[in-house]
C-alpha cells in the first residue's frame, strides 16, 4: 500500500540551530516526493520537490532535502532555523496516473528564541 | 498571477443542511483536486477533476458528496445532508496537464473550513 510516514508529530528547535524533518515512504513505483509547509489557518505552499536526477534538491526559504532511494526516505533540512518557519510541515508522494497526492500526517515546528 | 481561489473560507452549517464549497483553479491549469484535512490528520485525497470530466473520485465518500468541474466556472464541492464528521478543512488544488517535465505539481487554495453544529 503507498503511504508516507512523517515520525515526529512535534519538534521544538532553537532559533539559529539545524533542523531535520523524517520522511518515509511506501509506493510501488518511482515516486514524487514534496514537501508542503502549512501556517496556522492557511493553505500549503510547495517547499520543494523530487522527480528524478540530483537526489539532493534545493528549495524555497533556505531548505533542501535528500531522496535516499534505499532508505525510502526524503528527509527535510534547514542549517538555520528562523523564528518566521514555525509552522506545520507535510511531506507527500505521488505521480501515478491519476496524480493524487498521499501525506503524511505533519511535523508540527516550533522555535524557540 | 492569482491563486487558487476558494470560497468561501469559513462555512458553518447545522445538520442536515447541504454544504457547497468553489474552487478556482489558477489561470491556465485545467485539472483540480479536492482534498480533505480532519482534526490532527493530514490531508487526504478525495476526487481528482478535469473540465466536464471526473478522473479519479477513490476518495470521495460513497453517499452525500459530489464534485463536478463544469465547462464554466468553478470546481464545486456539495456535501449534502452534513453531519458532525463532515467537520474539516477542505482544499482544492490545482495543476496544469501533469507531465513527467512538469513534475506534477500541485497548487493549493487557502481552504474552507467547514463546521457543522
Known amino acids: 500500500a503507498q503511504s508516507v510516514t512523517q515520525p515526529d508529530i512535534h519538534i521544538t528547535v532553537s532559533e539559529g540551530a539545524s533542523l531535520e524533518l523524517r520522511c518515509n515512504y511506501s509506493y510501488g513505483a518511482t515516486p514524487y516526493l514534496f514537501w508542503y509547509v502549512q501556517s496556522p489557518g492557511q493553505g500549503l505552499q510547495l517547499l520543494l520537490k523530487y522527480f528524478s536526477g540530483d537526489t539532493l534538491v534545493q528549495g524555497i526559504k533556505g531548505f533542501e532535502a535528500e531522496f535516499k532511494r534505499s532508505q525510502s526516505s526524503f528527509n527535510l533540512r534547514k542549517p538555520s532555523v528562523h523564528w518566521s518557519d514555525a509552522a506545520e510541515y507535510f511531506c507527500?508522494?505521488?505521480?501515478?496516473?491519476?496524480?493524487?497526492?498521499?501525506f503524511g500526517t505533519g511535523t508540527l515546528l516550533a522555535v524557540q528564541p | 498571477n492569482a491563486g487558487v481561489m476558494q470560497n468561501p473560507r469559513h462555512l458553518v452549517r447545522r445538520r442536515g443542511q447541504e454544504a457547497r464549497l468553489r474552487c478556482s483553479p489558477m489561470?491556465?491549469?485545467?485539472?483540480v483536486y479536492w482534498y480533505r484535512q480532519l482534526p490532527e490528520e493530514g490531508l487526504k485525497f478525495m476526487v481528482y477533476?478535469?473540465?466536464?470530466?471526473?478522473?479519479?473520485e477513490s476518495g470521495m465518500p460513497k453517499e452525500r458528496f459530489s464534485a463536478e468541474f463544469p465547462k464554466e466556472g468553478p470546481s464545486i464541492l456539495r456535501i449534502q445532508q452534513v453531519v458532525r464528521g463532515d467537520s474539516a478543512a477542505y482544499f482544492c488544488?490545482?495543476?496544469?496537464?501533469?507531465?513527467?517535465?512538469?513534475?506534477?505539481?500541485?497548487?493549493f487554495g487557502p481552504g474552507t473550513r467547514l463546521t457543522v453544529t
Open positions: 507527500a508522494v505521488g505521480g501515478g496516473a491519476t496524480n493524487k497526492l498521499i
Open positions: 489561470k491556465g491549469h485545467s485539472h
Open positions: 488544488a490545482s495543476s496544469p496537464l501533469p507531465t513527467r517535465d512538469r513534475g506534477y505539481e500541485q497548487y
Open positions: 477533476l478535469q473540465k466536464e470530466n471526473i478522473i479519479d
